[in-house]
């Protein structure tokens, strides 16, 4: 299964297209977003989001946007069409989405809640935890939070606290839910200059050196660390 990947760039979605092994195919698709005209800028006219948080994309290539200042979530589909639109109560931060559709936010600046909403934005539950750097959500709807610090949460789908597990270094921001050689489902999230594989019930299964990942650009002669990680449905890895 090939990567569908959105970047953002000074307010604008870039959606490249559908891409396979080769970092070569990588070809740009267009924008999605707002129309907005903003004379004097590098793109005056094109679609903008004000103020994009985050990003996430759902089994089905639905592409689902966080806003700060409008404080909404924008799901388009995989052609970049606008279908649902809804406000959330507070600034989104963060945004995933569960296997059955439904859709959570962290707000908060900092985030120190996650809500829950239904796959037409309506509002389900919501939870506080004391400071959420970034989360995931696995397929069940069970919510995985780092900190920013070694400790990460597991909380199930109606935001209570299964467990806390904690690391031997600070994971930044990055956690992803992904499948594995053998696994439907683990989780992964830089530790250090390791890349750490875990179960969902928090046992270890392997940790990566990223010295042994192929990356972009030279690598720099210091240690390399990293911040946010993303995965495609073949199980490949990407961190920045």
């Known amino acids: 299964m090939a990567l569908f990947l959105g970047i953002f760039l000074m307010g604008i979605l870039l959606v490249p297209g559908m891409v396979e092994d080769a970092w070569a195919d990588w070809a740009f698709e267009g924008f999605i977003g707002q129309p907005h005209s903003s004379p004097g800028s590098d793109w005056p006219g094109y679609s903008w989001f004000n103020a994009p948080q985050d990003i996430a994309i759902d089994s089905s290539d639905n592409i689902y946007v966080v806003t700060f200042f409008e404080q909404k979530v924008y799901k388009h589909n995989s052609a970049g069409t606008l279908v649902l639109e809804f406000p959330v109560a507070g600034i989104p931060r963060e945004v995933?989405?569960?296997g059955s559709g439904n859709i959570y936010v962290s707000?908060?600046?900092p985030a120190q809640t996650i809500a829950k909403y239904d796959s037409s934005g309506n509002f389900i539950s919501q939870f506080s935890d004391p400071g959420?750097?970034?989360f995931a959500v696995d397929n069940a709807g069970n919510i995985y939070v780092t900190q920013g610090g070694s400790?990460?949460?597991k909380y199930d789908s109606?935001?209570?606290?299964l467990f806390t597990k904690t690391e031997s270094h600070n994971i930044y921001d990055g956690i992803e839910?992904?499948?594995y050689p053998g696994t439907v489902e683990v989780i992964y999230f830089p530790l250090g200059t390791q890349l750490?594989?875990?179960?969902?019930?928090?046992?270890?299964?392997?940790?990566?050196?990223?010295?042994?990942v192929n990356p972009f650009t030279e690598s720099h002669s210091g240690g390399m660390e990293g911040h946010q990680i993303g995965i495609d449905g073949s199980g490949h890895l990407y961190t920045a």
């Open 96 to 98: 995933d989405v569960d």
């Open 107 to 109: 707000l908060g600046n």
């Open 132 to 134: 959420v750097a970034d």
């Open 151 to 153: 400790d990460w949460r």
């Open 158 to 161: 109606s935001g209570n606290l």
């Open 177 to 179: 839910i992904g499948a």
């Open 196 to 212: 750490a594989v875990r179960n969902l019930d928090g046992s270890q299964v392997t940790h990566v050196s990223f010295h042994n």
